[in-house]
């Protein structure tokens, strides 16, 4: 019933139906599930692009044997319920583009099967949980109640052909059906409000493809333990406010295709262009001032050239008698300008100037007498 014009509420009497898939996706419908809604071997909900609105409601709370959930690209609003973290086979679970706020339940950490979380574009605030595990979903652990061997036709009823899932990877949006499905693993909870620093667990993922967990207010340094995720595809950390250096151990990661880290605090040197990091332009790191190295093209230890003695050019008499020039002319041009001083300053004050005549005089007496005093007698009149 998917992708048709299909308008209005889901009806009560889907409570009625023992469904193992309910697929709504890319419709009209509006309002919610109802609370009654709550089949007990259902495997898959898909209820992507319609106009859901207001908070989860307690349907499928009692369905464990539920795998996928998608609810994503709605108006579903209040806060992720935290029953969903009782649904213990849950394997792909798709929240995003909707209207979510408040904090990422810890409940969540207890869905053991969890391969695809997508919890990007919404209001979410607080940390990232420390103990979320992702993983490759194995059908062979996944159990129902009763608990049923692995086998081909419990595979192929799980991963529908005509049930897809769209997930983000290497920055371009992928629909992903059937049993290419099990082989996916990420993490996307870019564009929300998440705060504080990013878990070092998140290193032990190690089959996890994304992890995206862009256009945050993340702070702190980039867990080393992220040289872990040897099958990592896409890594972007870009727009939070990360600081620290970018692990050199990176350069490990052959399989990257995707790398993002601009718009952060982060200083340093870069890593080294060698593996898939040498790949990746000036633009994967645009917004860091304080790095360096060949990736950014801005050089760590900067040193500046040596100074080196103007060349004579044969002039170095015409150099001196210029300033000599200059000098006697400021020193004529001083002097004068102190007589100047000294006659404005007497004609203005004539108590100044009786003054000035008077010691004036006086001195050029004592002058006088004393050179008269100091001749021998016979040069005397």
């Not at 705060?195 to 993922?205: Q, V």
């Not at 100047?340 to 007497?346: D, F």
């Not at 100044?352 to 040069?379: H, I, T």
Request: proline share 6%; with cysteine.
């Amino acid at each position: 019933m998917s992708n048709n014009h299909l308008e209005g509420t889901i009806p009560t009497e889907f409570c009625q139906l023992d469904l193992l898939l309910l697929d709504l996706s890319v419709n009209n419908i509006s309002g919610s599930l109802p609370s009654c809604f709550n089949p007990s071997k259902i495997r898959q909900v898909h209820l992507s692009k319609n106009r859901l609105q207001g908070a989860i409601t307690d349907a499928l709370i009692n369905s464990s044997t539920l795998i996928t959930l998608d609810v994503s690209d709605n108006f579903l609003t209040g806060s992720i319920p935290s029953w969903v973290g009782s649904l213990s086979n849950l394997g792909y679970l798709l929240l995003n583009d909707n209207n979510f706020e408040g904090p990422i339940p810890m409940e969540l950490c207890n869905l053991s099967h969890l391969s695809l979380i997508n919890l990007s574009h919404n209001n979410l605030s607080g940390r990232i949980p420390h103990c979320l595990k992702i993983t490759k979903l194995d059908v062979s652990e996944v159990c129902f109640e009763p608990c049923i061997n692995y086998n081909r036709n419990l595979y192929d009823k799980i991963f529908s052909l005509n049930d897809p899932i769209e997930f983000t990877i290497k920055n371009v949006s992928y629909t992903y059906k059937g049993k290419i499905l099990p082989y996916l693993s990420g993490m996307d909870l870019s564009y929300n409000n998440l705060a504080g620093e990013i878990p070092y667990e998140i290193g032990n993922f190690r089959e996890i493809l994304v992890l995206s967990l862009s256009h945050n207010s993340l702070t702190g340094p980039i867990p080393p333990t992220f040289a872990n995720l040897m099958q990592i595809e896409t890594l972007d950390l870009s727009y939070n406010n990360l600081s620290g250096n970018i692990p050199p151990e990176f350069a490990v990661l052959h399989f990257l295709g995707y790398f993002n880290v601009s718009y952060n605090n982060l200083s340093g040197k870069t890593p080294e262009r060698i593996g898939q990091l040498g790949a990746f332009d000036e633009s994967s790191y645009l917004g860091n001032p304080f790095l360096c190295g060949t990736l950014v093209q801005k050089n760590c230890s900067p040193i500046e050239p040596p100074l080196t003695p103007k060349a004579s050019t044969g002039n170095s008499e015409d150099d001196g008698s210029i300033d000599m020039i200059v000098f006697y002319v400021s020193f004529m041009v001083s002097y004068i300008m102190g007589i100047l001083s000294i006659g404005v300053v007497l004609y203005i004050n004539p108590y100044w100037r009786q003054a000035w005549f008077y010691y004036g005089e006086m001195g050029v007496n004592s002058c006088y007498y004393l050179v008269v005093d100091n001749l021998p007698r016979k040069y005397r009149c």
